[in-house]
Every structure is written in structure tokens, then in C-alpha cells.
């Protein structure tokens, strides 16, 4: 079964400029995460997806990030203008949804590691 | 104060020794608990889910303590493969949001 795709898996940008990161979860897995992870600290949820809805992007700063997933399958992350601060590894995953409130496992991405100059 | 508190380390031990990571966690409403492994410049991967009576999968323990709010992983006979960082994770709430630690990073050497 193939994993979760990402694209590109490395990115150089100068500060104020704009990119964007490509996920393709795995096949039939209705949620599908975007994390942030900076050099030395874990994974930090940014936005999660249910089907195409929105079902947690609280700690998405939405003056500068901007996710979708128009038709419930892959989705796009984008920085616009970037900072230097956001150099990290953004991390996709998903999962299969859950019933009942039970835990379901995610499944990661290799990552985009982007580089802000 | 952060949701999820771990040493960072490193922990650098010799091949075959016995190795403890601990975890403590905020939010007593914290319902799922887990450990991700997570090797250099890779994605994270789960370990093993934690649970209140404890669990074991081959030479990996752990251990859930509610009333301290506390998780800990128990490694024995540490191979050289076990180099790596160890994520505690917690998930609160429903819809399988995820709080990670920041990591115990693991070296095993000769």
C-alpha cells in the first residue's frame, strides 16, 4: 500500500516570498493533517481535514498560512509571505476516521523541509 | 507551561543496556497516549500505544500513570537500531488531534 505522498521534499525561499507544499494522503483515509516541526521540538498540529472540511485549524496563523483540500483527497499548504521563522519541516499525515470517538492511527509524510533566507 | 514535557537528552548508552524515557502531560482530560519513534531527518512513526495497566511489544514497556498525569518507556537490551528520537504523544478530546512532546533523542553505542 503506498504511504503518504509529498511534494517537493526540499525548498529554498528568501523571506517575503510565497510557496506551497503538496500532500496526497493514503487511498480511502477521509483525514489528513499539516504539521509544523522546528529544528528540535515534535510536531505541531496546523490544520486537520475531515473529508474537505476544516475540523481544527486553530493553531494555523491564517495571516500568512492558507490550506485546502477542495476535493476531499489531496490537499495544498501554502506560506504567503514567508518569514524566517518558518523554516521547519511540514509534515502530512492522515488517517482513516475514527468511530465513535475511537483513536485512529496517522500515517506521516516524508515532509517538505523548507529553508526561509 | 507545556502540554507535553520531556528531557530532550541525549541519552548516550552502550549496546544491551536498559534505558527510561519518562513524559509528563497538563491536560487531565487527556484520553489516548502514545510513543512515536521518529529517526533522523525522517517522519515520525508509532512505537506504541500506552495503556493505564501498562504494555509490552518485545523489548519495549509502557507505562501510564492518570493519577500523576506521568508516561513513561522502558527499552531493554538497547541495539544499536533503537538510535533514534522518542515522541510522547498525547491526544485530548475526540478527532484524533495529536499534542507532541518534544522528544528524547536515544544514541546506542558500541
Known amino acids: 500500500e503506498a504511504g503518504v505522498a509529498q511534494s517537493p521534499r526540499y525548498k529554498i525561499i528568501e523571506k517575503r516570498q510565497s510557496v506551497a507544499f503538496w500532500c496526497n494522503p493514503i487511498s480511502g483515509h477521509a483525514t489528513l493533517y499539516w504539521y509544523q516541526q522546528i529544528l528540535g521540538q515534535g510536531p505541531k498540529l496546523l490544520i486537520q481535514f475531515q473529508n474537505n472540511g476544516v475540523v481544527d485549524d486553530s493553531q494555523l496563523p491564517k495571516d500568512r498560512f492558507s490550506a485546502e483540500r477542495l476535493k476531499g483527497v489531496d490537499s495544498t499548504l501554502k506560506i504567503q509571505p514567508a518569514k524566517l521563522e518558518d523554516s521547519a519541516v511540514y509534515l502530512c499525515?492522515?488517517?482513516?476516521?475514527?468511530?465513535?470517538?475511537?483513536?485512529?492511527?496517522?500515517?506521516f509524510g516524508p515532509g517538505t523541509r523548507l529553508t526561509v533566507l | 507551561r507545556k502540554e507535553v514535557e520531556q528531557d530532550p537528552g541525549p541519552f548516550n548508552v552502550p549496546e544491551g543496556a536498559t534505558v527510561a524515557f519518562n513524559c509528563t502531560y497538563s491536560?487531565?482530560?487527556?484520553?489516548?497516549f502514545f510513543w512515536y519513534r521518529q529517526d533522523c531527518r525522517k517522519e515520525p512513526k508509532l512505537l506504541m500505544s500506552?495503556?493505564?495497566s501498562g504494555n509490552e511489544d518485545g523489548r519495549f514497556t509502557a507505562q501510564l500513570n492518570r493519577a500523576s498525569q506521568y508516561i513513561s518507556l522502558l527499552i531493554r537490551d538497547s541495539k544499536l537500531s533503537d538510535s533514534a528520537t522518542y515522541l510522547c504523544?498525547?491526544?485530548?478530546?475526540?478527532?484524533?488531534?495529536?499534542?507532541f512532546g518534544t522528544g528524547t533523542q536515544l544514541k546506542v553505542e558500541l
Open positions: 500506552v495503556y493505564s
Open positions: 491536560n487531565s482530560a487527556s484520553q489516548s
Open positions: 499525515a492522515s488517517s482513516s476516521q475514527g468511530r465513535g470517538g475511537a483513536y485512529n492511527e496517522q500515517f
Open positions: 504523544v498525547v491526544s485530548t478530546g475526540g478527532g484524533n488531534k495529536l499534542t
